[in-house]
Every structure is written in C-alpha cells, then in structure tokens.
C-alpha cells in the first residue's frame, strides 16, 4: 500500500458521509457566495426604487438564505466529523492490530513511536477527509463566483476563472517540500515520544544508577533535534501561508479595481458594483481554503507514509498450518542461531529440565527460538541465511544459520500459530502487566479457568500472599505495567498467569530474581507440586532457565550450556559435587 492508496482508502470507505459533507459545505459555499448578490439585487431593485414592501421581502429572503448557510455548513460539519473519528478509530485498531499480530513485526520503532503513529498520525491522515470536502466545496464557490461575474462583464468573470487555477496551480509547487519537512518533523516527534517512554518506564533503575543527568542529556538532544524539524518544517509553511494570503489580497484588489473603473464608466450599476466587490472579497476565502487544503494535504500524506511503513512492515515469521498429534516432545537438534553453536536439547513430556548458561547470549538465543519468533525454511529445515539485524532494513527477521527445533515432531515454523502459543508458552524475566484488576492479569492467557485453578497457581507461585494483602483480593486495581506492585509481587502475578495458562510445555526464565530465600523456595516446591506431581495422566514439561539453586534443587536434571553448547547435564545435586564450574557459578 502506497501513502496515496491509504488516503483514497479513507475517502472510499467513507465515502456516504463524505459525499453529505461535500453537499452541506458546497451547499453552504454556494449560499455563502449569493450573499453580496441578493444585497446587489435588493439595493438595484428595492432601495433604489423605494420599494417598502420589496424591501421587506428581501430582508425575509435574506434571514432565508443565512439560516440555509448555516444549516448546510452544520450538516456538512458534522458528516465530516463523524467521518473523521470513525476513519481515525479504524487506523488506530489496524496499527494496534499489527502490533500485537503473533506473527510479529520486523521493525525498530520504540514503543512510544508506535502510539505517535496511532494518534497523530492517524488524526492527521483521517483530516484528508475534511480536506476533499472543502476543495469541492471551495471550488463550487469559485464556479458561481465567475458565473456571476460573467453575467455582470465577461472580462471579470474570464479573470476569476482564469486567474484563480493559475494562482492554486503555483501555490502546489511547494506541496512536496511540505510533505517532506513534515515527514521529517513526525518523524523526530515520534522518536522523542519512544524516547520519552522508554525513560519513563526506567525512571527508578535510572535513580538508582545515578544517570538521571545522561538520560536528561539525552532527552534534550533528542528534543533540540525535534525542535529543529519542526522549525525547518515551519518555514515553508508560513511563505506557504503568507503566499496564499497575498495572492488571494492581490485578486481581491485586481477584481475590485475593474469593478470601480467599469462603475465610473457606467458598464455596470451600483447594485452590481456593491455585487462585485462583495464577490471579491468572499473570493479571498476560497483561495486561501485551498492554500490551507494543500497543506493539510501534504501532512496528511506524510502522516499516511508513516502509517503506511507500520502496516506494510513485514512479518518477522511466517507459520505454517501443521498441527501436534503426538506427545510434545521438544526436540532441538544441530541448532546454530545467535550464540548458539551446534545446540542439542531434548525434553521429554513430564519432565522439570532447568537450563544453566554461562552465556546470557545463549539464553537469550534459546528464548528467541522457543518463543517462535526465527525464521524458518519453507522446508521446515534451517534457512541457511546469516541472522538479521531485527529492523535493518531489508535485512528481514533473524532465521537459524543450521539445524532445526521440534516440537511434537513438527518444526516450530510448521505448526500453527494458534498451535503453538496453545502447547508452548514462554515467560519472559520482564513481566508486562496490563491496567486492571489482579484477577484480569493472572486470568489474560486463559479467562475460562476455574476459581480452584486460579487458587492452586496462586499458591503455587506465592502470589496467594499478595492477593492476601489487598482488602479488594483479586479484584485489587492494578496501575498500568503494574506500577502499583513491587518488582516481586509484579514477578508472582506473571508466574501465575503462565502457570494458570496451564501449557503442556511452560518455559520460565528467571521467574524468582525478585523474591526473598523464602518466598523462592515456596514458589520452587509449588512449582514442581503443580505441574509435576504424583498424577501424571496428563503430564506437563517445565523448563526453567536460571542459575537459582533452590529451583535447580526441585528440577529432574540440569543442562549446562556453555559456548552455545550442551558442555554437561545431571541433577543439581550430582552437578554441584563433580563439577566446579556448575558449583562456583550456582552455589554462590
């Protein structure tokens, strides 16, 4: 889709409201310009002659045409309106839409640049509707304008009609210029807004270090950068501006100036004189409505062109349609991504596996896998390309240099999403809370559990004791990213949302950095107690990576990683005693 595409999208899909916006202001246009008309008439035909009864008419007819006006333009508005909010609440959902796509998205852009572009940008994009509206509108004013001057001297009207397109025409040379200094200052607004987010959200860690003056210094320089695209954006849209008021002054003054030389000449009368001069100053109006319209139009598009680069962005994986119809056994084999080198891993149904890297790269490498997010060959193999930067242009999404990832048998990139995500899920070490209620975030993987799920996943990842703390229970309002809560509690609720999600296969990582020796061991033991007790008639696999000892401790085995390799396996207990490597980087 191109940014043009994306703005006649809007006008077709609107186009029933749109179409009652352009009759209401046209309607109102047109009325507006009959105004200096009927005063002509009524000064020739009922002033002049001393008309009392026609003049009383025509006061009538005129109440008449202004309540006309007034309604067109009220109906015209607020189709227009209508239209607006509807076609800006569309783009907002289909860029909420792509950024939440579980395919994923192969883009750079931060957060807070993402809702720039669901706002603004979406706004400014929908005003393209209002401006449709007001250029046939305006040009309908400028159409009854000329025909009223023809009908009063040809040479008048001949110079509106020809004068107006050669004016509007040079006025549209700076229309790219404009798009493109808006582009510019969008973009900078949009980076400061991600920046500002980002700075936000690490506002305590950034306390805490002392480099509250670095971000500060950062933020300034990116806000300086954004006050200079906005200024370099200003420029060509105040000449823009002043141009369209001189050239609408000048045809004021050229029209005018024939009218009052026709008058003394007696080629027209006073009526018509008062008509004329009445018209040319209403036709300043139109000719700046479409100096305005051609700037709204340039960033309208730039906004569209950002929006556009949302959409369009390309997939960061494409899925397959194949389905498990085997135990889940998790199978990596030969795998080469990242810092990986040559990884082999396999996870039986029912087993607690816990993951030690010596590496963070190599956990890092091992999450991105098993959450789906590496490109697959159409053959279900490694796509034997380098891994890609995520967001470098055309560079696409990272994909494995060798081996392959199985799960039931079938590859990762094969399986459906809705597969996947239902038998295979990732808890990440960052918990992302939503605003709302604690029952709302522990119940977000799965809103049909049962009150006694919900109650065993709540005592098995201690978070009974923050539910316990609040009068409100779970119906305790949580702040947006779980502001509201400590980095523990926020740490157990995300535990306990993967935990009532109840996957057959629930990968964890570091899922008890934020909690007291207690409260760890607690969340240990309930965590093998939930998911692998003694009923195993439905067995669930638990993988764990962490270098926590009291998890370790409750785990069947540990796999060390280390170079991108398996370098060793056993329990923790075996582990700690042989091998001193394990022993001193997990019995600190």
Known sequence: ?????????????????????????????????????????????????????????????????????????????????????????????????????????????????????????????????????????????????????????????????????????????????????????????????????????????????????????????SSADALRSTLRAATPIGVYRGSTTAASGLLLAAVAGFAGWFAVEGRIGIGELITVVGLAQFIAEPVQLFGFCGQAFAVAKASAARLVAVIDTPNRVEPGDAVISEAPVLALSGVEHGSLRGLDLRVAPGEFVGVVTEDARDAEALLELLSGRVARAADGTASHRDTAVSGEPGAGPPALAAGSVLLGGVPLGELRLAELRATLVVEHHHVDLFEGTLRSAVLTGRPSARAEQVAAALRASAAD???????????????????TLSGGQRQRIGLTRALVADPPVLVLHDPTTAVDAVTEESIAAGLAGLRHGVDMTNPRTTIVLTSSPVLLAHTDRVVVIADGRVRSEGTHAGLAAIDERYRSGVLR
Not at 176 to 193: D, E, F, N, Y
Not at 466 to 475: C, E
């Open 1 to 221: 889709m191109t940014p043009g595409g994306l703005l006649r999208r809007a006008v077709g899909r609107h186009r029933r409201r749109v179409a009652v916006g352009i009759a209401g202001l046209s309607t109102h246009q047109a009325a507006e310009t009959m105004v200096p008309v009927a005063i002509g008439l009524v000064i020739d035909r009922a002033v002049v002659t001393g008309d009392g009864s026609l003049l009383s008419w025509s006061v009538l007819a005129l109440a008449g045409l202004f309540l006309t006006l007034a309604l067109a333009w009220r109906i015209g508005a607020r189709s227009l309106f209508g239209a607006m909010q509807q076609e800006t609440h569309l783009l907002r959902v289909e860029i909420a839409g792509r950024a939440m796509d579980p395919r994923g998205a192969e883009t750079d852009a931060q957060t807070g640049e993402l809702l720039s572009v669901a706002t603004g940008d979406a706004e400014r994009s929908a005003a393209v509707l209002d401006v449709v509206a007001l250029v046939v509108a305006g040009s309908v004013a400028m159409i009854v304008s000329a025909v009223v001057l023809l009908r009063i001297d040809v040479p008048l009207g001949l110079g509106v009609l020809i004068g107006v397109p050669i004016l509007v025409l040079l006025l549209q040379f700076a229309a790219p210029l404009l798009t493109r200094r808006s582009g510019a200052q969008q973009a900078a607004v949009g980076r400061l807004s991600g920046l500002a987010t980002d700075l936000i959200r690490g506002l305590h860690a950034l306390r805490g270090l002392g480099a509250g003056h670095n971000a500060g210094e950062r933020y300034r320089r």
């Open 465 to 483: 004791e923050v539910v316990a703390a609040h009068p409100d229970g779970l119906d305790h309002v949580v702040a947006d990213r779980g502001a």
